[in-house]
């Protein structure tokens, strides 16, 4: 089965009708009345049946629920003429306009995280950097130059191959382009392939050298325990200097008891007549796990090295009773292929469908990870869903927090109770077994008991979500992809500051500015808080 | 710390007071509400999942359900402000807030504005803008889902004005000759002096930022 690409922020458009036309439950995530218009449903079929990979490709880990239903061009707003006399009127009130946000419509985070404050008081808008984002298309990248809501030297690198995708592209832009006006955007998509995603993040920074880069994107191959081809083209740019954002994902939580993902080590919970050869194992009392929630996909990795695991675990979905087989992934991994297994249904697998983890005769005890698509998705459950590149440790990781979570209105954040993260917003702690090269951080021991590997403290901070944005479908824009383009707009406001500044001094900043919310500390759901860009800047100018 | 970078992060500071202050002028708060009905309308808006935004009028989504259906109305004047953000609480998810060009007396298509498309996304507060004259009065209606469902229901709405869409109000007014003696909010003298300073020392910061060299 293909990878497929998990575009990490709640999307509107064709994910979205994906996600709907998969049964998953979306009543609970957002009120509304309207059913998904017809024209809208044949466009998502004709994807699926042109693309079955590409049909979950548009996954989105957490959806705002809503049709993309076209809007009046912006040039009919009957306001548009208001609109623009005012901000020329305020133009020429006003010198300094340069270091404004720009575009008709500016993100609440500008003002969430002060980056207001922060462009006016140190004079910078982010001109000479450039910023690379990653999504998967731009379909309204014209209306969005046209408006001014993005900069007419936008350049776009490689857009969709098979779209049409959401244009969260163009959104993700919005928000960098409202924060930094001066910098350049670059836009390169993430979807068509991991070794597409991957040969982008290095041409973005290669050849385009870009100083800072974004993207919202997983995959499903991605592994929580080693890097693939994505997170090391991720670690090499940092290396040479770019500062790399990623979303943390939108697939729920420990602490908000929707975590979609179970980790922990192989234990022996016998046989099943119905899996014969098999040892199934115990997910601590009971031999299987169930879905709380109807999921299309499901995955399992283990801490075998990448591409040459010698244990074979196999997956199974089994009916709510146990008494069948519903779905299996079975590959056979015997020296040169990955510790990979996944399951996978367009329709998607019933509520309270068992699912099995089983090792066939041989297999090591390894460390595990079982993950579905969705939070709430699974009866047991553990920290941890943050994984594949936003896992490493080069990566910025960041997790989303409603602009107006104080319920103080369009103010900045101040951090603490007041401003926690989503409620659907992943967790870590991250483990990873395996440097970038494959080779073991910690040799023979590939267990979390006996404490193998690495913990990677993720995520690494928080930023605004729900924000209005211009692109269609993406008023409000939820989810972490929206949290990470703020990020990228403080990190490119600061390189604007100070051009000398490594992605380690701007994280270091960034860290020393932050709001601790959540858990005191550094914590798996906000991790060291939200960052305030004036307070940023001002610890790196020191 | 260098002796460059102390007036700098002084300033930050400083403007972190005013913004905190100042960075968006609340020109109603219901405070926590118990929905109570002051009349009935017929059928209700549909909750179509578009969110009305200042840079996009939202054609009128069309009605949804049946007779009785119960409504709350708040009628604000828009001040000296043409650009409203509403935000609207309910934990519930039985009730809908709208917005209306002046008065409104039932009819749901009659002088609509907007509305967020949604009921609480993600339990957030749900959100929406609207474009409207300065010195206007704007009806805002809390109607409930289904008759009779939302009695008794917490709510809270809030709403913001701004100067433009940037959520600048920290400028003058754009066009003083338009108006100032209505009953809208003005900046109050605490905020002016405030802004005052703050553009004192910012015009400080840029003389001194554009001679000496960064730290």
């Given at each position: ?11 509107g ?38 693309k079955?990979?590409r ?26 003429a208001?609109i623009?006399?005012l ?17 008709a ?23 000479g ?63 068509n ?18 100083d ?7 995959w ?6 080693s ?44 046989t099943?007549?119905?899996l ?11 031999s ?20 040459a ?7 199974f ?12 992934s ?11 297994e ?21 297999a ?15 009866q ?17 990781t ?40 494959g ?15 690495q ?9 605004a ?26 990190a490119?406001?600061m ?48 | ?37 002051s ?84 339990g ?23 008759a ?27 066009d ?9 909010n ?30």
């Amino acid at each position: 089965m293909r990878p497929r690409p998990v575009l990490c922020a709640a999307t509107g458009g064709v994910c979205l009708l994906l996600l709907i036309a998969i049964g998953a439950d979306i009543s609970s995530r957002r009120h509304l009345d309207d059913p998904i218009a017809p024209s809208a449903f044949a466009q998502m079929r004709a994807i699926l049946a042109a693309k079955h990979a590409r049909a979950v490709a548009g996954l989105p880990e957490e959806a705002r629920p809503i049709a993309r239903v076209n809007r009046p061009a912006s040039s009919n707003h009957p306001h548009s003429a208001v609109i623009g006399s005012l901000l020329a009127a305020l133009a020429t009130l006003n010198p300094e306009r340069a270091l404004m946000a720009a575009g008709a419509l500016t993100s609440q985070g500008d003002i969430s995280h002060s980056t207001n404050i922060a462009r006016s008081t140190y004079g910078v808008d982010g001109t000479g950097v450039r910023v690379g984002v990653l999504s998967d298309s731009v379909e309204s990248l014209a209306s969005l130059l046209a408006s001014g809501d993005l900069p007419a030297d936008t350049t776009i690198v490689e857009d969709i191959i098979d779209g049409p995708g959401s244009s969260e592209g163009t959104a993700m832009m919005e928000i960098i382009h409202d924060l930094a006006p001066g910098t350049q955007l670059f836009f390169a998509s993430s979807v068509n392939s991991p070794e597409s995603f991957a040969a982008n993040i290095r041409t973005l920074r290669n050849v385009y050298h870009c100083d800072v880069i974004v993207d919202g994107t997983s995959w499903s191959t991605e592994s929580p325990f080693s890097y693939g081809v994505i997170a090391q083209a991720v670690d090499a740019v940092v290396a040479d200097g770019a500062v790399y954002v990623s979303a943390a994902g939108n697939s729920g939580s420990l602490t908000r008891n929707n975590a979609s993902t179970w980790q922990g080590d192989f234990a022996a919970a016998g046989t099943d007549p119905l899996l014969p050869g098999y040892t199934l194992h115990s997910f601590g009392g009971q031999s299987f796990n169930r879905l709380l929630v109807s999921t299309a996909a499901i995955e399992l990795f283990w801490s075998d090295p990448p591409e040459a695991s010698t244990n074979d675990y196999d997956l199974f979905v089994l009916n709510s009773a146990g008494t069948s087989v519903v779905s299996a992934s079975t590959n056979i991994q015997n020296g040169t292929q990955r510790p990979f297994e996944e399951v996978f249904r367009a329709s998607g697998f019933p509520v309270n469908s068992r699912v099995v983890i089983a090792a066939t005769a041989g297999a090591a005890p390894r460390a595990l990870a079982l993950q579905a698509f969705f939070g709430e998705a699974l009866q047991l459950k553990t920290a941890g869903r943050i994984g594949g590149h936003a896992g490493i440790p080069a990566a910025v990781t960041v997790a989303p927090v409603f602009w107006n979570s104080a319920r103080k209105g369009t103010k900045p954040f101040v951090g603490g109770a007041f401003n926690p993260t989503e409620v659907f917003s992943s967790d870590g702690p991250r483990r990873l077994f395996y440097a970038p090269d494959g080779s073991p951080l910690t040799p023979g021991n590939l267990l979390f008991a006996t404490n193998g590997g690495q913990v990677v403290q993720k995520p690494d901070f928080a930023a605004a979500d729900g924000i209005t944005a211009r692109t269609t479908g993406y008023s409000p824009y939820y989810g972490a992809n929206a949290g990470a383009a703020h990020i990228a707009g403080i990190a490119a406001l600061m390189k604007a500051a100070k051009p000398s500044l490594t992605p380690a001094e701007i994280r270091a900043a960034m860290a020393s500015a932050a709001l601790d919310i959540m858990a005191p500390g550094n914590d798996r759901d906000g991790g060291i808080g939200i960052v305030m860009a004036p307070a940023a800047i001002a610890k790196a100018l020191q | 710390m260098t002796l460059v970078s102390f007036p700098r992060f002084a300033a930050a500071l400083l403007f972190a007071l005013i913004a905190t202050s100042a960075s968006a002028e609340v020109i109603f708060d219901s405070g926590v509400l118990a929905f109570a009905a002051s009349s009935t309308q017929a059928g209700r808006l549909s909750r179509n999942g578009i969110s009305s935004d200042w840079a996009n009028a939202k054609a009128f989504p069309g009605t949804v359900g049946g007779a009785g259906i119960g409504y709350q109305l708040f009628t604000v004047d828009s001040g000296i402000y043409e650009f409203l953000q509403i935000s609207f609480d309910d934990t519930a998810a039985r009730l809908f807030v709208s917005a209306y060009d002046g008065a409104y007396s039932g009819p749901v298509a009659t002088g609509y504005l907007g509305d967020p498309g949604a009921s609480q996304p993600f339990g957030n507060s749900s959100f929406f803008q609207i474009v409207v004259q300065r010195h206007t009065p704007v009806a805002f209606v809390i109607n409930e889902i289904n008759a009779g469902f939302g009695v008794g229901a917490p709510f809270q709405l809030f709403v913001e004005g701004f100067f433009d869409t940037e959520y600048n109000d920290i400028t003058t007014e754009p066009d003083p000759g338009g108006g100032g003696s209505g009953t809208g909010n003005v900046p109050e003298p605490t905020s002016l002096a405030l802004m005052g300073a703050g553009l004192v020392c910012f015009a400080r910061y840029r003389r001194t930022g554009t001679r000496g060299p960064r730290a």
